[in-house]
């Protein structure tokens, strides 16, 4: 079964046991009862989907360095991170440099996290044009990065605490990733766990079936 970018089903038929999936089956994968004329113990309900292809505004833009969510990432892997601004342009620095882009589908950003940065405690002011203002300084140009010292993180907390006119403590990587990142991931990869079943077998259980 291939990725479906909504969000997946959730319902019950029988012995309390959760059943995900992206198509409601013809019969109840626990009992095998068929399912077109019998009452469901929990109605279908959908589970909010993390992952986006579109960035919402003024946010922190997450995924993986290599691969993709759905696929390949596991806890420990490594990240590659980005802003949007007030009119959801992102911006990352890389390899290349900084590079912007205005309009879903974004180049190489597809099921990505998109998390607003008001779930921080910090007011940051005139960030569209702190953003805009990277695109033609120098720490910023491809031949400046560097995987350790000059990397996505450092640019994305040198953008943030420029923008943050109210406080006189600057935000670091470890508070960037303990506050921001790691509930965001910790999150994701519950439900991957469980999308990874749904796509290798059509629907995945939760639940004690031999009750």
């Known amino acids: 079964?291939?990725?479906?970018?909504?969000?997946?089903?959730?319902?019950?038929?029988?012995?309390?046991?959760?059943?995900f999936c992206y198509i409601i089956p013809n019969n109840c994968p626990v009992c095998k009862n068929d399912l077109s004329n019998t009452d469901l113990t929990i109605p279908p309900f959908r589970i909010p989907n993390p992952l986006t292809s579109e960035a919402n505004?003024?946010?922190?833009?997450?995924?993986?360095?290599?691969?993709?969510?759905?696929?390949?990432?596991?806890?420990?892997?490594?990240?590659?991170?980005?802003?949007?601004?007030?009119?959801?342009?992102?911006?990352?620095?890389?390899?290349?440099?900084?590079?912007?882009?205005?309009?879903?589908?974004?180049?190489?950003?597809?099921?990505f996290l998109s998390v607003s940065l008001a779930s921080l405690p910090y007011k940051f002011v005139d960030l569209d044009e702190v953003l805009?203002?990277?695109?033609?300084?120098?720490?910023?140009?491809?031949?400046?990065?560097?995987?350790?010292?000059?990397?996505?993180?450092?640019?994305?907390?040198?953008?943030?605490?420029?923008?943050?006119?109210?406080s006189n403590q600057k935000l670091t990587k470890l508070q960037l990733t303990q506050e921001f990142i790691s509930p965001a991931i910790n999150k994701t990869i519950r439900l991957l766990s469980i999308v990874r079943n749904v796509l290798e077998d059509g629907f995945f259980l939760q639940g004690n079936i031999t009750e």
Not at 1 to 19: A, G, I, P, R, T
Not at 69 to 76: A, L, P, S, T
Not at 91 to 102: A, D, K, L, T, V
Not at 134 to 157: H, K, L, P, S
């Open 132 to 166: 805009e203002n990277t695109i033609t300084m120098n720490i910023w140009e491809g031949e400046r990065y560097n995987e350790v010292n000059n990397n996505c993180f450092d640019y994305v907390i040198s953008v943030l605490n420029a923008a943050d006119k109210n």
């Open 57 to 111: 505004k003024l946010s922190l833009l997450i995924k993986p360095t290599f691969g993709n969510f759905i696929r390949d990432f596991k806890r420990g892997d490594l990240l590659h991170i980005a802003l949007s601004n007030s009119e959801r342009k992102i911006f990352e620095f890389n390899e290349n440099g900084i590079s912007s882009y205005n309009f879903s589908p974004y180049p190489n950003w597809t099921n």
């Open 1 to 19: 079964m291939q990725y479906n970018s909504e969000s997946l089903l959730c319902f019950q038929h029988c012995k309390k046991v959760n059943v």
